[in-house]
């Protein structure tokens, strides 16, 4: 099992080598192959997650290989409670793709096949690399394929919403890339030579006036890909042309490379700065919240209605990481595979409608529950997820987000829950809209039921809708000692910082400042815990 994560990694990308030397007129075999090696993908990391130490705060399953040794870089990978269940929710969503489009996409199979598995790869790559540079190329490497699904496979405007979505990524990527630089040479000066592991890089003292330029380098790439308001307007345009698999993808994957990379690095690289900007980041993540519930309020393309609510529910997500408590950021992590889930399969079932009506507007619609009794089952169920109705997932997410934020922003707390109020407002009206009261329109008496393969994508986005709701300790047990690291990491970060601006107390003999308070409001976490690097053995 020691290799477990590369095979994970590269097993999408050796399918889509074979996929390459198939003949185009074997759709079904393309279609087979892709779907079989999403299907094993995730069975291996299935096994990780089995296998997985729930009292483990540090990254395991570790890898670790020289790659480029005069510059320090090495092909690193682990996974820790933070980044298990990201990765468990990309080799879900795969095989759901592929499912919900067996029958939809008839022009170059093959092509879609191979940028969806190669995106795959790098996404999960993201979640796994424990070198900035390799988490880097893998961040960067998402970006062609969904290029190209949105370029190639969209609709008639595809072209503007593709080269929109490859220009704002790419500008904050760039910036970045600038950081890691500038990061690797104060590692070099520390040590004496460049290392871009993070595990080495969380133990840099940065001047905070540093700090704050490579939190907003770093800060602006994440928030691009969330995306935070107001750096949001490409996202509406890249869901409306992609197809189905493209917005399930970017909904329910590609979007929380965002809010990861905050995680991952923002708060235990920039202490000091992510105290002094977490009130900034909260004021816009809550704008984003209230915007984009009231924007999906008057939407009359479903599609759209759905992308601007991704707006507004990862908005809860920023909201829950810059509270910087241990309650509120277990909710974030939670609620990030939640919007996966729950907004993934809201894509994927406006898919299906599409595909047998062609068109997305609501006022074409009316009375669908009688002649798609099925399909409207998933659809409501998916929606009481979505809006968070106790007994889903959505619940968990928002109730610990919500609760823990308010321990050290009430105010911003308070305005926030009206986006919750505000959701189950759009969501149940499409609803309402979409299937029920009279027929009005003659096209909608036959439409065809939703078939195997929808159901097939769509059984297992349920259960675990449910389960979560029931049982959410199966995740968060595996994600709280990890979270207690990154809090750990945060908080001495901070006292180091201090040291070096003040040269005399820590914060941890000071009184906490007021801006700082959701950092070092917790106290030290129990012996044993707390001395070691993330990234330093199991």
């Given at each position: 099992?020691n290799n477990i994560?590369?095979?994970i990694?590269?097993?999408p990308?050796a399918a889509a080598?074979i996929?390459a ?10 279609k ?9 993908t995730?069975?291996l990391s299935?096994v990780v997650?089995q296998?997985f130490?729930?009292s483990v ?6 890898e ?5 040794p ?11 409670g ?5 990765v ?6 795969t095989p759901?793709v592929?499912?919900s489009s067996w029958?939809a996409?008839?022009k170059h199979p093959?092509?879609y ?14 979640f796994?690399?424990?070198d900035?540079l390799?988490f ?5 490497l ?5 290029y190209?699904?949105?370029?190639v496979?969209?609709?008639a405007?595809?072209?503007y ?5 490859f220009?704002?990524?790419?500008s904050?990527?760039?910036l ?9 040479f ?5 040590v004496?030579?460049?290392?871009f592991?993070i595990?080495h890089?969380y133990g840099?003292s940065?001047?905070m006036h540093?700090?704050a330029?490579?939190?907003a380098a770093?800060a602006l790439?994440?928030?691009i890909?969330?995306p935070?308001f107001?750096l ?9 042309e992609a197809p189905?698999?493209?917005s399930i993808?970017?909904a329910g994957?590609?979007?929380k490379?965002g809010?990861y990379g905050?995680?991952?690095?923002c ?9 002094k900007?977490?009130k900034?980041m909260?004021?816009?993540a809550?704008i984003?919240v209230?915007?984009g519930?009231?924007v999906?309020?008057v ?6 209605l759905?992308?601007y609510?991704s ?14 408590n ?7 992590i939670?609620q ?9 399969a809201?894509?994927?079932?406006v898919g ?13 619609y009316?009375g669908?529950?009688a002649?798609m009794?099925?399909y409207?089952t998933?659809?409501v169920i998916t929606?009481l997820s ?5 007994g889903?997932?959505g619940f968990v997410g928002?109730?610990l987000?919500?609760a823990?934020?308010f321990?050290?922003h ?7 829950a009206?986006?919750v109020?505000l959701?189950a407002i759009?969501?149940?009206w499409l ?12 096209e909608?008496r036959?439409?065809p039921?939703i ?7 769509m ?15 199966t995740?968060?047990r595996k994600?709280?000692?990890?979270v207690?690291?990154l809090m750990?990491t945060v908080?001495k ?7 070096m601006?003040a040269?005399?107390l ?9 801006r700082g308070?959701?950092?070092?409001q917790?106290g ?12 330093e053995?199991?």
């Open positions: 099992m994560l590369s095979w990694v590269w097993l990308i080598v996929l030397f198939f003949p185009r007129n074997a759709v079904t075999a393309i087979s192959l892709g779907l079989g090696a999403s299907i094993v995730f069975g299935f997650v296998l130490q729930d705060a540090t990254f395991q399953f570790v670790s290989h020289t790659w480029i005069q510059w320090g870089i090495r092909y690193a990978l682990g996974v820790d933070i980044a298990i269940w990201l468990m929710l990309t080799t879900l969503l759901v592929f499912l029958n996409i008839h093959k092509e096949v191979i940028a969806f598995l190669i995106m795959e790869a790098a996404m999960i790559g993201v796994m690399a424990t900035i390799v880097y190329v893998f961040f960067e998402t970006l062609l394929p969904m190209l699904v949105i370029g496979w969209g609709g405007n595809r072209i919403a593709a080269i929109k979505f220009l704002f990524t790419i904050g990527s760039l970045m890339l600038l950081g890691i630089i500038y990061l690797a104060l590692q070099y000066h520390d004496g030579r460049p290392d592991s595990a890089l840099l940065i001047p540093t700090q330029i490579l939190f770093f790439a994440f928030a890909k969330v935070l107001p949001h307007t490409w996202l509406p345009d890249a869901h409306v189905t698999g493209g993808i970017l994957v590609m979007l490379m809010t905050f995680l991952r690095f708060l235990p690289l920039f202490p000091d700065a992510t105290a900007y977490a900034l909260i004021i816009l809550v984003g209230i915007y519930a009231l999906s309020w939407q009359p393309d479903m599609k759209k759905v992308a609510s707006v507004s529910h990862l908005g809860f997500c920023v909201l829950g990481i810059f509270a910087l241990q309650t509120a950021i277990e909710g974030s939670l990030m595979v939640n919007h996966g889930l729950s907004t993934g809201l894509f994927l079932l299906v409608i599409y595909e047998r009506r062609h068109t997305r507007m609501l006022a074409d009316g669908l529950a002649t009794p099925l409207a998933f659809f929606v979505s809006v968070g109705l106790p889903l997932n928002e109730f987000i919500l823990g934020s321990k050290t009430p105010t911003a707390t308070i305005i926030a009206a986006g109020v959701a759009y969501l149940l609803v309402q809209r979409v299937f029920f009261g009279p027929v009005t329109k003659e909608n036959s439409v039921e078939a195997w393969n929808e159901v097939a994508a059984v297992p986005l349920v259960v675990l809708m449910v389960w979560i709701g029931v049982h959410p300790n995740f968060l994600m709280s000692p990890s207690q690291k750990t908080q970060g901070g006292q180091r910082g201090q040291v601006v040269g005399a820590t914060r941890r003999s000071a009184a906490p400042s007021p308070r959701g950092i070092w917790r030290p976490l129990p012996s044993g815990e707390g001395g070691r690097r993330p990234g053995g199991r």
